[in-house]
């Protein structure tokens, strides 16, 4: 199994392993064509197959200048038939400016009718911070890569940084070529308190084009929409496993999210979920996954991904949340070791299409010395 790891360097190692329970080796070390300091190449990191069978890494370079200085930039790698990962394309802005974050967030959509689809996020676009979203698409005869469209929105507030966050997950059901684009937008204020927000596109086959589904807010008190909630850090998209056409989940979170008084120490996070109707297109508020034990200041939420369950029963799934200011042991230590923790829940449905979440994991690397 392969496995790409981020690095804040100007570099991605990629490392492997010929089968489960041997030690990971380092393959081989990805730059940029013109690798410069300050790219800080592998802040982000996606991997998938393409729709022609080729394994591609999109590798975000937030430092990465190839138009204003500090704009940054996406590499594309692909896996050729030598075992060998070679540089195939350079995604950049059609109107970079500086210092915008473009590559933050990353999404990669294999897509054999229309081309593969790329997503990047830029959340500091523009001297506010409004950010912005940018969709690519290689095109399948030549394969190369060009911007398709992009996305922003001038809300009253500034520093909405849209583009926080990118997911990407084709329509069960839809007309080929068909998908969903989720965008978060970390500083969204239209619910009065800078909560945060998500953003759902559809490519719609019959225009060709990306048609605005929903916007995606916290839900009201006590599930949530406390001031500076964060929603929009991160997200994940998943087509219901054994659901009707249409039917997708959306995971979202809020790891500012405080469930007691509002002080900068009680940020225990939040995840929120919600599901798709596939007749109607509406997305309806499913549930708010939170840690247990609860931990302040354990920043739960900070990275989310959704997953089928191999072999589960219809509508079972699978969340992964992060939680990197996660302490242990509970409560923190008086070193505040923040070691971190990936916390695992499943979803069970139930009658009538119900479905309840169940936090069945909460993993954590082996304890480190204080040097370590």
Sequence with gaps: MRWLLPLALGAALLA???VPSAQSVLRQTLQATQPEFFDLLGVTVT???GSDGVLRALVGAIGDGPGSPSSGAVHVFRLDPDSVWRHEAELAPSDPDLQMDFGRSVAYLADPIRGDLALVGAPLWHTNDLGKAYFFRRH?????WAEEFSFREFPVNSSQQLGSAAA???????APG???AAIGARGDDDAGGFEGAVYVFRYDADSTAWVREAKLLPPGPPEGGAQGDDLGRSAALLPLPGGAPGEVLLLGGAPNFRSGPQ???NREGAAYVWRRDGATGAWAYETRLTATPLQRSADFGWSAGLLALPGGAPGEALAVVGAFGTSDPLPPDPTGNRRGA????RRVPGPGGSATWVQEA???GEPRTPEE
């Design 362 to 364: 909460r993993l954590m």
């Design 263 to 265: 002080t900068e120490h």
């Design 168 to 174: 990407l997950c084709a329509l069960p059901g839809g």
């Design 16 to 18: 492997g392993s010929p």
């Design 140 to 144: 399948p005869a030549t394969g190369a």
């Design 178 to 180: 068909e998908a969903l």
């Design 342 to 345: 990936l916390f695992a829940f």
């Design 47 to 49: 991997l998938g197959e």
